[in-house]
């Protein structure tokens, strides 16, 4: 059974860092390009960044470049999003999500992902 399990998130000040993590299970990281999503209350969801199994190559928004890191560890069949300088505009639920392909992305349609996380809650509030 595929599952997508994320963890890391919390309440934060502006100016702060969180990392997310997602943990997968019941599949292995190849052949698998890994995102993340947010989407905040009245907005439609947004393809944040993500990452290749098969080269590394990632992609980032623009609205989050030079800020967030995306990462993966494939033996832990983790991936994760380390995020700083955090602005109250980030507060949002982030997913992860899974995506079977071995092209770099470019973008990030969120119709073509295959597997989705739960969510967790990330607030930048003082």
């Known amino acids: 059974q595929v599952q997508l399990v994320e963890s890391g998130g919390g309440l934060v000040q502006p100016g702060g860092s969180l990392t997310l993590s997602c943990a997968a299970s019941g599949f292995t990281l190849r052949n698998w390009a890994m995102g993340w999503f947010r989407q905040a209350p009245g907005k439609e969801r947004e393809g944040v960044s993500s990452i290749s199994n098969s080269d590394g190559s990632t992609y980032y928004a623009d609205s989050v470049k030079g800020r967030f890191t995306i990462s993966r560890d494939s033996a832990k069949k983790t991936v994760y999003l380390q995020m700083n300088s955090l602005k109250p505009e980030d507060t949002a639920v982030y997913y992860c999500?899974?995506?079977?392909?071995?092209?770099?992305?470019?973008?990030?349609?969120?119709?073509?992902?295959?597997?989705w996380g739960q969510g967790s809650q990330v607030t930048v509030s003082s």
């Open positions: 999500a899974a995506y079977y392909t071995i092209v770099p992305l470019t973008e990030m349609p969120p119709n073509v992902f295959d597997y």
